[in-house]
């Protein structure tokens, strides 16, 4: 689909903001331009969606790249260390932002009427928890709250942060509006603002036609 566009290295320098229906878009969520999911709960999306399998875009894909995105989304940055120095903790912390890329499309799948999360899916969801360590504070209002490790300096402590999100948004009942297009070969993730809570396509002009469309053709086969 064209309305999605890639994330690009140099706009964390330029710290890039939209606007979007009167929202503010921040620059790491600026490869979403449309469903967007409200804050804080839009960096989990906006996480998922860093894979673009419709334009076969992947921000991960690339060691700079993901780590440009990873630092402009407050998700790992690690102190002291200037860009084009060596990161020996990168490879290990990428490896581990994929495979929990595909475990957190596997959580929102599931709240779609999806199955179960596998061992496999919830294994690298495990690797963060045991490696981060969340501290539990109290503020002056009197409200108990567990924040990840901030600055996050591995990428386990950016990782848990989205989990304490997903938490919240569990919480709250916005968590069921985060959902995957049905398309099977897109798997975007979108926030259904609908009153019927009903959405099921990241785009009707793109996936939700082009599967009425496959649906209809292999009715229409079977018919004759
Ligand atoms: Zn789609």
Not at 50 to 74: M, N, P, Q, S, V
Not at 106 to 135: C, D, F, N, S, Y
Not at 188 to 211: I, P, T, V
Request: charged share 25%; proline share 5%; hydrophobic share 40%.
């Amino acid at each position: 689909m064209t309305c999605k566009s890639i994330y690009q290295v140099t706009r964390k320098e330029e710290a890039v903001t939209a606007t979007l229906n009167g929202m503010t878009v921040p620059s790491w969520a600026s490869h979403i331009e449309d469903k967007l999911a409200p804050m804080p709960l839009l960096l989990v999306q906006a996480y998922v969606d860093t894979l673009d399998r419709d334009l076969g875009t992947d921000i991960f894909a690339h060691a700079d790249e993901a780590r440009a995105w990873l630092a402009d989304a407050g998700l790992r940055n690690p102190d002291g260390l200037d860009p084009g120095q060596p990161d020996p903790d990168f490879a290990a912390d990428l490896r581990l932002a994929r495979e929990v890329r595909e475990s957190l499309r596997a959580m929102i799948a599931h709240t779609t009427g999806g199955k179960p999360l596998t061992g496999a899916e919830l294994l690298p969801l495990e690797q963060v928890t045991e490696q981060a360590q969340p501290r539990l504070e109290v503020t002056a209002a009197g409200q108990v709250r567990l924040r990840a490790t901030a600055p996050a300096q591995r990428v386990a402590d950016g990782l848990a942060g989205l989990l304490l999100t997903i938490r919240d948004a569990q919480a709250d009942g916005s968590w069921a509006r985060l959902k995957l297009c049905g398309n099977p070969d897109c798997r975007w993730a979108f926030y259904d603002r609908s009153h019927s809570r009903r959405g099921a396509w990241c785009e009707m002009a793109s996936c939700g036609n082009r599967l009425k469309n496959r649906n209809l053709r292999a009715r229409r086969a079977q018919a004759s």
